[in-house]
């Protein structure tokens, strides 16, 4: 394929990934053009800005809690209200409770992490299209359906991407609608593709971006929609568990209240952990076994899932934010406060700090790592430092376990976050920290009785199979596999026996599903239905042995997420 004639296109800027970071980049950059051109009419700037976006339409893939903190959005639009961004409601009530099997403690306060006042409860894919309609108001061309799968350089600098070819067959040979990627040359890329970034992953191993930082780590994500009866739950309601029914990782759950006795359930767990049959899926099932949540979703209907990871390491796993021809912001930099839970002002203040630094080096002509590299100096100065500084050793903390980590987070909560120790290392990366099922489960295995899924009544319970056409996934079946396996004869010879293919129960999606092998009596092998890929990137992140490399898939495939 690589004789392939290929379309150029010569941009100023273009920015991988039409999500928070990189369309409140686009709006930003245009932004400061406009102010600029309305001073200077005799030299007027007409850049082309390019977003880059691998999902269908903008906001279908994106996923998040959420509650915002809306001090990016109020800076970058400040009158977002009147405009029509659709913020669901104000956060209005709070309170945080410990969950055991049977019973529920309430915290008499709630511990400042958790506290929300002033913040908005949104859904992120509403959000983003709604930031991609105003981008695009603004002259923007925002290309949905579009995946950069590879990174161009000039040497050391990056000079563009290209697009993804489409039309190809399961074996990677053109059919009737064949149509070549595209190259995509720019002064600066901005990576914003999100959580475990496939570009930005080679680009930062290549430019060694992450030299002396701690390894990135992660959290997985499941959230779904509940329908209530009408008075259900007020609006702007936000609960936040610990506890049940995680008993061998941390994490915890959220509940917030919607507007028309809608409903928001979600839990997160730290992909550090060494439980190989972790599923977060079936714990979110579990928690709703729950008499504390029984309560609460009485005569619910569940109508929407999905799933995502989030980076966990903070500050000190950001990457160099830069270099020559580059900038990165938003998840795809790791910079999600995951102590509270929020990245999405993060996401969005990288993203018009990458904008403003992009001005300034088109202004000049000059896309040198020097002339870039004020970015670092602009994150140093912002949000992103104060927020991620302030929590730069909780990942460390909390993954000893919350009753552990309690003494040292508080020392951590009125020490600005240093605690007892800075700079706290991160030893081990999520793919090293799985243990047999024989230390973590004994010898039930599989068959012990916290591994098993409520049943499912395709009402309040679901099995994952159901859950995931509830997301709208789409991915063309006679596509390439995306999803690359290394070797196939580790999944088993080696995982399954020991591990019983982590792989099958952390997919919140049922991709992995280890079956008979028809040419080895006795033996499984690993089946990929790649095509409930829900992006989430778990399987990059967590496979004991890394045997599993995502790849982007043919643009325009993946979830389909409405209100998420
Ligand atoms: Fe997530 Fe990998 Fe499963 Fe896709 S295959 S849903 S990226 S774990």
Redesign the pocket.
Known sequence: MDSIQREEMEVDVVIVGGGSAGLSAAIRLQQLVNEHNEKNPDSAMEPMIVVLEKASEVGAHSLSGAVMNPCALKELIPDYEEQGCPILSDVKKEAVYYLGEDFKVKSPIVPPPFKNHGNKIVSLSQMTRWLGSKAEEMGIHVFAGFSAVETLFDGDKVVGVRTGDRGLDKDGNPKENFEAGMIIKAGVTIFADGTRSPLFKRVSEKLNLREGKNPEVFELGVKEVIQLPKGGIEAGTVIHTMGFPLNKGVGGTFIYGLPDDQVVVGLCVYLDTSDPLLDVHRELQKLKTHPFMRDLLKDGQVIGYG?K?LPAGGWYSMPKLYSAGMLVSGDAASMVDVKKLKGIHLAMKSGMLAAETSFEAMKKGDFSEESLSSYAEKIEQSVVKDDLWATRNFHQTISKGIFLAAPEMMIQEVTGGRGLWDKMPILHKDSETTKSVLDIWGAEGVDHKDNQLPEPDNKLFYDKLSSVYMTGTMHDEDSPNH?KLQDGNVCQDVCYPKYKSP?NH???????EMIEDENKEGSKKLQ?N?T?????????I?CPFNN?D?TLPEAGGGPNYQQM
């Open positions: 799933g990871t999803l792989c952390f997919c919140p999606a049922s991709v992995y990929i790649y409930n890929c829900i992006h989430c990137q778990t399987c990059d967590k599993i995502w």
